[in-house]
């Protein structure tokens, strides 16, 4: 899928914000586009159903239009096929933004599901760091292994040099957790790559 309607622009109004990808290994075969200034639009079909949930979330919550097509060798299990979506969305995501300039930079989200509630802290920084305090209860929800969150998002973070805080403030249901997750970091995304008036690198060295 191609986005083709017309682009929003950076803060210079040089260029969509906008990065796709191709990526194969023995393990895995990704393409990858995204928007960063959509409506929620996504195609996706990455091989793990439940992942496939977790990216319509972050898709709609973040109004990021994404494209992906995924196969890997989930015959085995899905960590590889996880993993290296975690790594082409980073590089997508690092691209798209370019020298990172003009744009908030920081944001912080708190978002409830039911009984849960999520915290993420971004800083679209070029310093890649993910902290990570999520205790899943379950070690499956459906045939997804709830470990590979974090393998996802350690993933994502370092290719998008991202420094990410995720904390679950409460909830005990598997499923409730990861959702409020992906819908937090989505819309922290959404917060932290908004333009600012000014246009200026949000650093005190000049850039990112």
């Not at 639009?41 to 973040?62: N, Q, W």
């Not at 290296?84 to 599901?113: N, T, W």
């Not at 993910?130 to 899943?136: G, T, Y």
């Not at 995720?166 to 908004?194: M, Y």
Request: net charge negative; hydrophobic share 40%; glycine share 8%.
């Amino acid at each position: 899928m191609t986005f083709t309607y017309p682009f929003a622009m950076t803060a210079d109004s040089s260029r969509p914000r906008q990065a796709a990808i191709r990526r194969t290994t023995a393990e895995t075969d990704i393409s990858l586009e995204l928007f960063l200034d959509g409506q929620g639009h996504r195609e996706i079909a990455s091989g793990v159903p439940f992942l496939d949930h977790m990216l319509t979330l972050f898709a709609v919550h973040g109004f990021f239009d994404l494209s992906l097509q995924a196969k890997g060798d989930v015959e085995i299990d899905d960590h590889h096929t996880v993993e290296d979506i975690g790594i082409c969305l980073g590089q997508v995501f690092a691209k798209a933004l370019g020298d990172k300039g003009g744009i908030e930079r920081y944001a912080s989200v708190h978002v409830p599901m039911d009984e849960t509630l999520a915290r993420v802290a971004v800083d679209v920084s070029n310093r890649p760091f993910l902290h990570w305090r999520v205790n899943i209860p379950d070690q499956k929800v459906g045939n997804f292994d709830t470990a590979l969150a974090e393998e996802f998002a350690r993933a994502f973070c370092q290719h998008a040099g991202l420094t990410l805080h995720v904390d679950l403030l409460h909830g005990n249901n598997s499923h409730h957790i990861i959702e409020a997750v992906f819908k937090a970091l989505g819309r922290c995304l959404h917060q932290a790559t908004r333009s600012l008036a000014s246009g200026a690198v949000l650093s005190s060295k000049g850039s990112l």
